[in-house]
């Protein structure tokens, strides 16, 4: 059964230096919270999991918490680089970073797998991508039954899965809607989880078919409102989209950068 | 006698009009989006509208900042999870054009959207590949659309992050189960299509007062021309009328802060 904990507890006890961490929620219930607790609790040397690392992973390379990155999408959606990321690949700023590229497909079909318990997962990808050459992650297999060449990644198996939804019941049963995303396959596929969530109520108040994780298939849940901002959680509040524009100015510039993270993250305290 | 336009407005009215009423279209952020939604807005309104987000048949009322806002899944038919949407509706075979944007483009419509540079020495990093490897090989056909410059249309690109046609065209030659490929790029200045021997990208159509010397100062190779070649129609007030609606929509409903409201 899912415990229930604060989350700087959650952080505390599950996440270790070193630990390979997966951080998701595509476009939509992007942990912030949770990724300002790492920050804060300055765990260092993660080796970190994300299909479109947005302004979280920026936020959380500039302070250093990170040795690894593998990711398909690096980049602040409809705005443009993520400044922070690019300093630690370009200059090597606080310090170099290695970086593991995959295609979204790719990725996605990798949690799936991950979830499923199978080592790896195939697709029709990568045909004519310099992706493979730089990436010894990517293989290419022949289909035992029509001699197809298809690509073949290693399946997604983290330490730690992190991601927040809308909400859970008193029981710690899981409930998120809307861009569902990878959530579900990334905490099947993780040996721990955290789920941080905008409230804990009686009923979650979902339909047969709904996205709910039960309580026995996550580790941990920490009560988290407007955990996802600038994110955001359909059903609660909007995109900040003017923050994401924001953090344009703010991550270009290493001072700006740091100023912002002892305002925002260090200075206060765990939501 | 129609309004004037801007060589932007011409680029998104010519991209809008190649998309039809009864395609599914996988629809890239940025000029793709801008381009499809007026598509839908005008023209095609049954178009189909998908992002990799995971929202399926969408109508946004405004134009997406990122391929996952609120507005995409609350106006979509159904929402489904990012492996199911690349590996059920991609893979699978429903996708009739992928509308891709990229940073840079070469000879043979190889995209470009990983760095600049060497790959461990990189000048620029890029986002990198997201959905447009796999879109641009499961899609039956891609639609492609990026302003016309000499940084963005080059010889040879630094990296094939998404194949057109491979470094000597061949690319797709032989493989099974993949789409035809770049079938046209839509610029600020001109229509190219691949040539259907060489694949190598020819101007097929230059938009209204576009010259010939205009396209070679900003392509990054000996660019050809097609020796029947057309001008593209100007877009109608309609056209220019919906875009113009749409982006103050969009431009106004970014700039507010949205958080805090239910």
């Known amino acids: ?271 | 006698m129609s309004l004037e336009f801007t060589s932007s407005e011409m680029m998104s009215v010519t991209a809008a009009r190649a998309l039809k009423n009864d395609m599914t279209c996988f629809v890239g952020i940025g000029l793709p989006s801008e381009a499809a939604n007026l598509a839908r807005l005008t023209h095609a309104p049954d178009v189909t509208l998908i992002y990799e987000s995971g929202t399926l048949q969408t109508k946004p009322d405004v134009l997406p900042l990122s391929i996952g806002d609120g507005e995409l899944c609350e106006s979509a038919l159904t929402t489904v999870s990012v492996p199911e949407m690349f590996r059920y509706w991609l893979q699978g075979g429903h996708i009739s054009v992928g509308f891709l944007g990229t940073a840079q483009i070469d000879r043979y419509a190889n995209l470009n959207t990983t760095l600049i540079g060497d790959y461990r020495e990189p000048k620029v990093r890029l986002p990198g590949g997201g959905g447009a490897p796999e879109i641009a090989t499961n899609a039956k056909e891609v639609f492609i659309t990026v302003k016309h410059s000499r940084r963005t249309f080059v010889k040879d690109v630094d990296f094939v992050t998404t194949v057109g046609f491979g470094r000597d065209g061949k690319a797709r030659d032989n493989v099974p189960n993949i789409g035809r490929g770049p079938t046209v790029v839509i610029t600020d200045l001109c229509i190219l299509k691949p040539d259907p021997e060489t694949k190598e990208l020819v101007v097929t159509s230059l938009h209204p007062n576009v010259s010939r010397e205009a396209v070679i100062e900003a392509t990054g190779w000996e660019i050809r021309f097609a020796d029947q070649l057309e001008t593209t129609p100007e877009p109608s007030t309609r056209e220019l009328e919906v875009l113009r609606d749409l982006k103050a929509r969009t431009s106004a409903h970014h700039s507010s802060t949205q958080s805090g409201q239910q």
Request: charged residues 25%.
């Open chain 1, 1 to 271: 059964m899912a415990e229930f904990l604060s989350l700087q507890e959650a952080v505390s006890k599950h996440i270790n230096n070193g630990d390979t961490v997966a951080m998701e929620g595509f476009t939509h219930l992007i942990p912030f919270a949770a990724g300002h607790e790492i920050i804060r609790q300055e765990k260092r040397d993660l080796t970190l999991i994300r299909m479109t690392p947005d302004l979280v992973y920026d936020q959380m390379i500039g302070a250093g918490c990170a040795k690894k990155l593998i990711f398909s999408w690096g980049g602040n959606p409809g705005v443009g680089s993520l400044h922070r990321l690019r300093d630690a690949v370009e200059k090597g700023w606080p310090h170099q970073i290695e970086i593991l590229e995959h295609s979204h497909a790719a990725m996605a079909n990798a949690y799936e797998a991950g979830a499923a318990g199978l080592p790896l997962a195939v697709l029709r990808g990568y045909v004519g991508s310099d992706l493979p050459k730089v990436n010894d992650q990517i293989k290419f297999i022949e289909c035992p039954f029509t001699g197809e060449r298809l690509a073949a990644v290693p399946s997604v198996r983290p330490d730690v899965a992190v991601i927040h939804a809308q909400r859970a019941d008193r029981k710690g049963n899981v409930l998120i809607e809307g861009i569902v995303g990878i959530q579900k396959e990334v905490v099947l596929a993780a040996k721990r989880s955290i789920v941080t969530v905008e409230e804990i109520v009686d009923d979650l108040g979902a339909s047969v078919n709904a996205c709910v994780l039960p309580s026995w298939a996550v580790t941990a849940i920490a009560e988290a409102p407007k955990g996802a901002a600038p994110s955001y959680a359909l059903g609660y509040y909007d995109r900040d989209n003017a923050f994401y524009k924001d953090w344009d100015g703010i991550a270009r510039d290493r001072d700006t950068f740091q100023a912002w993270l002892n305002d925002n993250v260090f200075e206060k305290g765990a939501a």
